[in-house]
């Protein structure tokens, strides 16, 4: 009996702590972007799907962005056709196009709306191309890579719209063209030009890597805080690379366009949505102005 009542106390005494950061983001706008580990863990994307849930129920806005790679290139390959990538970004010649669009637009945004509507969520999935939600441009570099496209305009009118409804909204990152065509953005991408377009008040990046690191061979070696300036200078320098690159600009360009804080979270980590959300010291790296 005592042992129940403590459990009860810990629990109610858990809830008063959570209260400051349930009334800091009351009716704020959360922009979540979900990849890596955290979406291949059928237990750990149960639990974030259910946090992003409580978020909602909370008052806060939750709006989810979601990659979707490793599924991409699974089935590529199950296809006969071997993924590349340059930089962190996929190679999408007008075949992969076609592949992406399929699973990003389809298997992958369905089932994540599906799990958040499991726990009692109100889940909407939606591509750029709803409602012209995110506009595209070939994105331009040295080396081709086809159908891969960059942030030329978002319209967030259907977000606010879901969001005022009390939806939760779902987004791929599969964009439109000016023509029609069908463009493949880096979600990461995607996530930091809505952040700071939708006002949000904080984004968090949910992957497979603890966080920043000082010493990338050195797991440890987490950097917890920094400016966008010095998170700008280490892709720079070279000290962030690969499919750091864009998660590090993305937070960069939230931060810059007035998001308060962005983070980097370890996605494999049970529960760390919750963490970075609700407590003082969270988890990963933090991004500020």
């Known amino acids: 009996m005592n042992e129940d009542l403590n459990t009860r106390e810990e629990q109610a005494r858990i809830l008063v702590e959570a209260l400051p950061y349930i009334r800091e983001y009351y ?12 979406m291949v863990d059928d237990r750990i994307k149960s639990a974030v799907c259910e946090d992003i ?39 999408t010649d007008a075949e992969t196009m076609e592949v992406v669009e399929m699973v990003l637009a389809g298997k992958t945004n369905k089932g994540i709306v599906a799990s958040i509507n499991g726990h009692g969520g109100l889940a909407v999935g939606l591509s750029g191309k709803d409602a012209n939600l995110i506009v595209a441009r070939k994105a331009p570099g040295e080396v081709d890579l086809g159908f891969v496209g960059e942030v030329e305009e978002i319209n ?14 779902v987004i791929s990152s599969v964009a439109i063209g000016r023509g029609g065509e069908s463009y493949n953005i880096n979600a990461d991408a995607v996530a930091g030009d809505l952040a700071w377009r939708l006002g949000a008040e904080k984004l968090v990046l949910m992957t497979d ?12 070696s987490i950097i917890s805080a920094l400016t966008a300036d010095e998170a700008a200078g280490l892709t720079s320098s070279g000290a962030v690379s690969k499919g750091m690159i864009p ?43």
């Open 27 to 38: 009716g704020k706008t959360i922009l979540i972007k979900y990849g890596g580990a955290a």
């Open 53 to 91: 849930v409580l978020m909602h129920y909370v008052g806060m806005r939750p709006v989810l962005v979601h990659g979707g790679g490793p599924e991409v290139s699974d089935v590529m390959r199950r296809l006969g056709k071997e993924p590349a990538f340059v930089n962190g970004l996929r190679v």
């Open 156 to 169: 967030p009118a259907i977000l606010e719209s879901l969001a005022r409804d009390g939806f939760i909204p």
């Open 209 to 220: 890597v603890a966080g920043i690191l000082r010493d990338v061979n050195d797991p440890e």
């Open 247 to 289: 998660k590090v600009d993305a937070c960069v360009a939230a931060v810059k366009g007035g998001v308060k804080r962005a983070h980097i979270v370890d996605g494999r980590r049970p529960r760390a949505l919750l963490m970075e959300v609700f407590t003082d010291t969270g988890v990963g790296t933090m991004i500020t102005q």
